[in-house]
DNA sequence: CTGCTATGTGGTACCGGTTACACATCGATT
DNA sequence: AATCGATGTGTAACCGGTACCACATAGCAG
């Protein structure tokens, strides 16, 4: 490997002009130009990214905190993050925290160490004194769903409430009447805000009670052992809106196993619109949210906010899309109403 | 941050010293190595990562090229190598190739600069002379699948043949009779295995002939393609090997539309033994593959080729296994042979 | 007493870039 | 003619480690 005092002596002129040359700082002549062009060729002669990162504190490289690359939202996100990321001429690290916050902080450590150029945490469990921790030290630090308190660094997220309204209102539409919702943990945000969501789709409605929403853990698991208490607790159930699709697949699962017809005698609705939704069957109605958008704006911006071309932190909040399938087409539709 | 000299002026010695302490290099006084400690401790000093990888060409990282995260096979895989990997205190970096030789050059020109510790290809374009190269350029390479000709690297895969013909027994002892394949990509090893496996085991039987052999291309919409394009062909066909777990989804789908029950009329088996065929409805009878392991072997094969603790390059051929589930379940199993 | 090995430490070149600063040239301005 | 800004280039310190080599001391075998 050729390093650049070898081209400076090939070319006759000094390593700060090749290096002026490279990074297209300060003036280089024409013909020097011409002469360094041509040892760079002839040496085949790539900077060294190493030396780069020590001596220019930039390494072009990001990292992506999640919590399970195997949880089906975040292939997706990943995917259009590394793809943004390879586009800008970075490189992705990818960091598995199963939300815990001591994987999440022995990370934080080694990136750090390996002057890892900005951060993106699509994770719950860290809390804003971290985020405020790495802002301080000049790591840009983009956040996925979470808010860190003192709005410390950029968000992006989507409509969750309004997403949770979707769903109830669709559901009623296609004449439903007693909606349950299986909600996740209250940990994450994008639980609380989508049964908050429910709730006050659902307030006003005469057969409202608390007793309709049940607690599930975001998996499947979950969603199954929810639907079965559900169905038990409320044989007149009609509609169950699960907070995220994973959930949904549970109930799809236990009402199959229950014999419950899907969605004649029950609608399902989910939320996030994983692929997985298209392959159950029924297939799942979900309330969508731009799963690869969400990651490649996340990286479009965590990405300005190293190059400095981000005028300020700000919350995007991105658009859901209601994705009406076979598992909330009842042959009543639009009778309520 | 503080640096060596830092802690060698605050602990009185030099920084070779503490470098040796560090390393664990050479000799240094149990009465030195307390100030040294001491030293560290009082200005929280952490060893910089990107220097190290300067000085010693090491930087611990290593790279993961995989055609697709977002291909259900991936998560869990990518999974096992960055937990094995963190585990040895390795970071990983994630890239996408979309099995496209130009991507996957291009990669490895910007790993290379990074100082790459090493590389797992999941990928199957790369050809051998890439390999090579890496090889002898000195960057460990551990490939899934894939076999690059001249043995050059470490290979991890899974018995398909042996799979493939799990399979058609399986749906023999079930009582089928009219056995379809819908096989991948040709230019796939697996898919070829896959292949020539199914083609083994029934071509004593009275009923073969290719035409039970259908093109698709390792995804859904293919293997509703293919399925549609079979049943036309073969209506008495009773069961159906997909080369892998997606097609099989696909022909599911398929069966569905046109009315044909599985596994009543039609038996449906998979390859893989991804997540999602538990989801389908009839749940997927599938081969599967030790995902997890396939992925924690490759980084720990990989691993120890950096650290030059393996003997020698080896092929490791991974055991899979038949997963029955409803889309094989017949009443009349076990009624042939 | 000499020589050898084990222990312990420091000086410094080196990894391969970036960049501040000094210096030189030259046409334009006043 | 003196001054100035734009252009162009080189020297060398610096980023923060590693590691080779020199050197010192001490115990022990011959």
Redo the contacts between chains.
């Keep these: 490997m050729a390093t650049i005092r070898d081209v400076a002596k090939l070319a006759g002129v000094s390593v700060a002009t090749i290096s002026r040359y490279l990074n297209k700082s300060g003036y280089v002549n024409v013909e020097t130009e011409q002469k360094i062009k041509k040892a760079i060729e002839a040496l085949n002669y790539?900077?060294?990214?190493?030396?780069r990162?020590?001596a220019g504190k930039k390494?072009n490289?990001i990292a992506?905190i999640l919590p399970?690359?195997?949880?089906?939202f975040?292939?997706?996100l990943?995917?259009a993050v590394?793809?943004v990321a390879?586009m800008y001429g970075y490189?992705?690290?990818?960091?598995?925290s199963d939300d815990e916050g001591v994987k999440e902080k022995s990370?934080i450590?080694?990136?750090?160490?390996?002057?890892i150029d900005g951060i993106i945490f699509a994770s719950n469990t860290l809390d804003s004194s971290d985020v405020e921790q790495m802002t301080k030290k000049g790591i840009p630090v983009v956040c996925l769903d979470r808010v860190p308190p003192k709005q410390s660094c950029s968000v992006v997220r989507s409509k969750n409430r309004e997403g949770a309204k979707l769903a109830v209102e669709h559901l009623l539409d296609m004449g439903c009447r007693k909606i349950a919702h299986i909600y996740g943990p209250q940990e994450f945000i994008t639980a609380k805000e989508r049964l908050a969501g429910y709730e006050e789709s659902v307030k006003h409605l005469d057969w409202y009670s608390p007793t309709f929403m049940i607690q599930g853990d975001f998996r499947?698991e979950g969603g199954i052992r929810a639907t079965e208490l559900l169905m038990e607790r409320h044989p007149d159930v009609d509609a169950i809106f699960a907070g995220n699709d994973l959930m949904a697949?549970g109930a799809?699962?236990a009402l199959?196993r229950m014999g419950v017809q899907v969605p004649g005698q029950v609608a399902v609705c989910g939320f996030d619109g994983i692929?997985?939704t298209e392959?159950?069957?029924p297939e799942l109605t979900t309330v969508a949210q731009p799963i690869y958008e969400m990651g490649a704006l996340v990286s479009r911006i965590l990405i300005k906010k190293i190059e400095g071309t981000l005028e300020a932190d700000q919350t995007y909040e991105l658009d859901v899309a209601l994705v009406p399938r076979e598992s909330t087409l009842r042959r009543n539709g639009h009778e309520s109403s």
Tied chains: 1, 2.
Excluded at 46 to 51: I, R, S
Excluded at 68 to 72: A, C, E, R, T, V
Excluded at 109 to 115: A, I, M
């Design positions: 790539e900077p060294n990214a190493v030396a990162g020590l390494t490289t992506l399970d690359i195997s949880n089906p975040f292939p997706e990943a995917r590394e793809d390879s490189t992705v690290i990818l960091c598995n990370y450590e080694v990136l750090k160490k390996k002057y499947i697949v799809l699962k199959h692929g997985m392959i159950t069957q």
